[in-house]
């Protein structure tokens, strides 16, 4: 049994046109032999628009509060999935659509940010047996006969867990655009297209803020050496394909930028190392993301990192009825290159600070690891420093 996952994004399935080609697309796949397994996010702008309701209604401070706003926010895939097994019906193709509860999909219990703990396949094998197009509602689970919703990107997530746990061929992650690119398209117009990426460098392009497919969707696919693929449902040109890696060491891949993120500093950690503890642990238990950053200029006692700017009102919460001393900072974004061993190379270090300064650009803080070096800088040198640094260091397109 030849399986393919396919998941289609919020701009894939954005109206009834978009979504009349995605079945067109399930189709195709089809007629090569293959059984196919649809994933669908909530039509584009959705998700946003149901949240405005919810916060329009709800502080959404309390886990009940949390637990209805996940409620709200799981409706749209729902909507989704019904609509494009529908569509497959109305062209001879036999679907039915299951909601993640259904199935389930099992996750903990982390409000708004869950992870999965088992996706249930019966079902879904069935279904395929009988010829049927399974369509599953992406970015929710289930915990506890209570709905539990993924985080943004959730959507990938869930292909790649379903495609897993069906021992799937492939997984094809459908977006607006033709694969991963060397930088952001819309800010670097000579982008090139990354025609196969490592799992590693995909996810720490990912984590750096690539928007193409969510960091834990490709922490799944190099645990389960799941072949994926990213590409767009507009062209049918070739994607990128996640592959191990094969990158020379130093070699430098993309620039990724964010300014999805802020700046929080806690102030006086040398009294409060037990607080400092406990945000760690409680921010890990919410599955709430964060990068510790480090300041060379830095002579106060203070503890310094970034969360998403949707985690922001969490993290607010939790620090004040910690009682800590802190200060936030939303005007910034994150830089990051992406190689292979850039952290133990000082030339590329030196040189990605020479093209910044050259720019007048202040770093405001920095951090490396293996794969990837990234710079915090105020927001409004994001593109700019995105654009130096794409070209200085060779990755611009001829």
């Known amino acids: 049994m030849f399986i393919v996952v396919q998941k289609f994004g919020g701009t894939s399935v954005a109206n009834i046109d978009r979504i009349k080609k995605v079945a067109e697309i399930i189709a195709r796949e089809r007629n090569k032999g293959s059984s196919v397994i649809a994933v669908v996010s909530a039509m584009s702008g959705v998700t946003d628009q149901l949240a405005n309701y919810a916060k329009s209604s709800s502080s959404l401070s309390s886990q009940n509060e949390l637990a209805e706003y996940d409620v709200v926010l799981s409706s749209g895939e729902q909507i989704t999935a019904g609509l494009l097994a529908l569509t497959l019906q109305s062209i001879g193709i036999k679907s039915r659509s299951f909601l993640s509860w259904q199935l389930p999909i099992v996750t903990d ?22 010829e049927e197009v399974p369509v599953i509602s992406g970015f929710q689970g289930v915990c506890n006969e209570r709905i539990i919703t993924l985080g943004r990107g959730g959507s990938d997530t869930t292909a790649t867990a379903v495609a897993a746990a069906v021992c799937a061929a492939r997984c094809d992650i459908f977006t607006d655009v033709d694969g991963v690119f060397s930088a952001d398209p819309r800010i670097v117009t000579k982008a090139k297209k990354i025609e196969t990426i490592s ?39 070739p994607g990128t394909v996640l592959v191990k890696d094969r990158i020379e060491r130093g070699s430098i891949l993309a620039v990724v930028s964010d300014s999805n993120i802020v700046v929080i500093t806690i102030f006086h950690i040398h009294t409060d190392n037990i607080f400092i503890n406990k945000v760690l642990d409680i921010l890990s238990d919410l599955a709430i993301p964060l990068e510790l950053l480090f300041d060379a200029h830095q002579s106060d006692p203070s503890f310094k990192f970034t969360v998403p700017k949707n ?52 770093i405001i803080s920095a951090n490396a690891i293996g794969t990837g070096v990234s710079v915090v800088l105020e927001a409004k040198y994001k593109d700019v420093a995105t654009v130096k640094l794409h070209s200085g260091f060779g990755l611009d397109a001829i």
């Open 199 to 237: 799992y590693n460098q995909m996810l720490i392009m990912a984590t750096a803020g690539a928007k193409v497919i969510h960091p834990r969707a490709v922490d799944i696919s190099l645990s389960h050496h799941l072949e994926t693929h990213i590409l767009s449902s507009f062209s049918d040109t």
């Open 109 to 130: 219990n982390a409000y708004s940010n869950g992870r999965i703990v088992s996706v249930g396949t019966t079902q879904l094998i069935e279904a395929i047996k009988k």
């Open 311 to 362: 985690s922001l009102s969490i993290v607010w919460g939790l620090l004040k009825d910690l009682g800590l001393n802190f200060i936030t900072k939303d005007e910034v974004a994150k830089i990051t290159i992406v190689g292979n061993g850039l952290a133990e190379n000082s030339i590329i270090l030196q040189k990605m600070f020479q093209i910044l300064a050259d720019e007048d650009i202040n």
